[in-house]
């Protein structure tokens, strides 16, 4: 992995870090003013070697939660069918209202087409009734030219 631009420190300096600290007996502060790093990334650097974590940097991508049942996408969708709207299915159900969004795009588009099912979701999260985004639907729509 690359080190970043503005990273203080890299692997070796890490790894040599931990070295210093664990094999040659320096202090926590001598070993990290050395390396060029604060008292408090070089604790944290010891502490990531000593549960075996590799000295190179993690990954900064989100990692991604637990993936929403089955069971609760069904509900979703069935609560969706009775035309209850994704803050009420979210509450109800107890996920977020984006999670509920998101699981409802593909039921909306199987039955209004694309453009309407993007409006309606549009509409349901920010509590609009879906009639005021019929002028966007409608250009949606259109095809250019």
Sequence with gaps: MDVHKNARSCPLSRELLFK?????GWSVRAASEAAGMSDRRGR?????A????????????????VATSIST?????????QW??????????GVGASTAARI??????QLFGQAQALALAVSSLLQLPSSSLR??????????G
């Design 50 to 65: 000593e549960e075996g974590e590799p000295f190179t940097d993690r990954s900064s991508r989100p990692s991604s939660g």
């Design 73 to 81: 996408r069904l509900r979703i969708v069935q609560l969706r069918r």
């Design 135 to 144: 002028s966007f639907v409608q250009c949606a729509n259109q095809s250019p």
């Design 104 to 109: 409802c795009l593909p039921f909306l588009a």
């Design 20 to 24: 210093r600290v664990s094999e040659q």
């Design 84 to 93: 209850l709207t994704v803050r009420q299915i979210a509450k109800a159900v």
């Design 44 to 48: 944290a650097w010891l502490r990531r």
